[in-house]
């Protein structure tokens, strides 16, 4: 009977608490106007089922290594190229290496850092909601920038908010500590996340490729040697 009992508790993800108000409302709504039109009260039910699954947090086990840069969300790999990064960070005076993953309304929406680190600056800023597919969301677009440093390198990411998503939600402050894959923050709806490293980088993904969050390696700092260890988070 326990072994059943845990086999039925792997079926449910947890839900992040950010996503209960909204869950409320499309039960409550379902409730309330499945009264006045019976479809109505399925279709809600429907919707609250997937603010349910939108707003799930699974466990993800995190490859450890020196110089490994790990995803820091679910997504597709839409842009892997060189630019300016955003001037708020004041991470540096010439291009950098971009890698973006884009979040659509399915995708798990908890971010997670990509290495580990110390939060040096946490820069809010407001701006437009263009689809955040598009290159100018990154200059356009309200956006979250986190700068970590890692000792050695220093790596910005970038929560930026688009068509749908209009809430960027943090979990951590300037002068945190973070460990590779750790949680700190989540878009709610949809949206982008860049990640700006220093040229020369090892990529290690392609353009279209599907990342996890704090599961799939973006890129190596290191040379490239030396064995992964894991850890579950």
């Not at 263009?130 to 990411?157: F, M, Q, W």
Request: overall charge positive.
């Amino acid at each position: 009977m326990n072994d059943i009992m845990q086999s039925i508790r792997r079926i449910f993800v947890p839900i992040r608490k950010e996503g209960y108000p909204f869950i409320g409302i499309a039960f409550a709504l379902g409730i309330a106007l499945g009264f006045l039109w019976q479809p109505l009260f399925w279709f809600l039910m429907l919707i609250t089922v997937w603010v349910c699954y939108f707003f799930r947090d699974p466990a993800r086990v995190t490859p450890v290594r020196d110089g490994l840069v790990v995803s820091p969300a679910d997504g597709r790999i839409s842009m892997i190229t060189t630019v300016m990064p955003p001037p708020e960070t004041g991470l540096s005076p010439t291009p950098l290496l971009r890698i973006s993953v884009f979040m659509n309304v399915f995708d798990c929406h908890v971010n997670r850092a990509p290495v580990p680190g110390r939060i040096s600056r946490i820069v809010y800023t407001p701006g437009l909601f263009l689809n955040a597919e598009l290159d100018k969301a990154s200059e356009d677009n309200e956006r979250n920038a986190l700068v970590i440093e890692t000792g050695r390198h220093t790596i910005g990411v970038v929560q930026i908010a688009g068509l749908v998503a209009r809430r960027i939600v943090g979990w951590v402050s300037e002068g945190q500590t973070v460990a590779v894959g750790e949680r700190f923050g989540l878009i709610r709806f949809g949206s982008r996340v860049d990640v700006y490293l220093p040229l020369g980088t090892e990529v290690l993904v392609g353009v279209g490729q599907t990342a996890i969050a704090g599961e799939t390696p973006l890129a190596d700092l290191g040379p490239g040697s030396g064995a992964r260890s894991f850890v579950k988070a």
